[in-house]
């Protein structure tokens, strides 16, 4: 079992940027996939992007793509979403999501640990 803390939302300005942390517990935190997902006002939870538990392959929704990246430090039990160039349709607030050994899924159903979340607000 995994307990997943994400961290580094805030208030940010149209074009700006924000780095989100996922801070996870337990010993196999290697053996994840990684996952962010968003929910906006009124809106369903959305997949952001995912990252395989080898950090060798990452996959986004079309609407991030080339905007975010996402990293892993496993030795840190720690996922990253780098978001750049942010839009104010990105405000949501934020969760990370973790499945154990799996391929990675766009749907929610697909991993079985989730964070409380993070609210990230972009101001036009």
């Known amino acids: 079992q995994v307990q997943l803390v994400e961290s580094g939302g805030g208030l940010v300005q149209a074009g700006g940027s924000l780095r989100l942390s996922c801070a996870a517990s337990?010993?196999?935190?290697?053996?994840?996939?990684m996952a962010w997902f968003r929910q906006g006002p009124g809106k369903e939870r959305e997949f952001v992007g995912a990252i395989s538990w080898s950090g060798g392959n990452t996959y986004f929704a079309d609407s991030v793509k080339g905007r975010f990246t996402i990293s892993r430090d496993n030795a840190k039990n720690t996922v990253y979403l780098q978001m750049n160039s942010l839009k104010p349709e990105d405000t949501a607030v934020y969760h990370c999501?973790?499945?154990?050994?799996?391929?990675?899924?766009?749907?929610?159903?697909?991993?079985?640990?989730w964070g409380q979340g993070t609210q990230v607000t972009v101001s036009s």
């Open positions: 999501a973790a499945n154990y050994y799996s391929g990675a899924t766009m749907t929610p159903s697909g991993y079985a640990y």
């Open positions: 337990g010993r196999t935190f290697s053996r994840y996939t």
